[in-house]
């Protein structure tokens, strides 16, 4: 129960940091299966005027404002969006994904995509697996 509380905890402290700097944000927490680490995604209208850099640096910034060094040290990653691309990323997503990044959440398909088009550091194992269960 206590590794939820951080995600809850963490999101709601990103989103308030968000706040006092005037970007109105939602602010999701994942868990990574397998570790103690969290992904957020934050989803913000004052981010259309920003290109993908701008959000990625104002938004590490904030975590690294809001956060203390351990607790943003547990920050895995930052996806950040605006409204309009928040529900097509949804969609294109699954709530379940291969090789265990993401198991059981939204990330999942892009370490999907990753391992079926041989890109990703699994991708050579899976396959081995493949054609292990195949022969």
Sequence with gaps: MQER???ARAA??????????GVHASVDAEPVFGTRKWRFVVCAARYRTMN????????????????SGTDARRVEGVVTMTPSEREPWRRATTPHSLAG??????????????I?????????????????SSA
């Design 52 to 67: 993908d850099a701008e959000r990625r640096d104002f938004t590490w910034s904030a975590v690294r404002h809001a956060l």
């Design 12 to 21: 709601r402290t990103l989103r308030r940091e968000l706040k006092e700097q």
């Design 101 to 114: 990044a993401g198991r059981g959440g939204r990330f999942g398909s892009r370490v999907k995509s990753s």
């Design 116 to 132: 079926q088009s041989g890109r990703g550091q699994r991708a050579g194992v899976v396959r081995a697996r493949m054609r292990a």
């Design 5 to 7: 509380s951080f995600g």
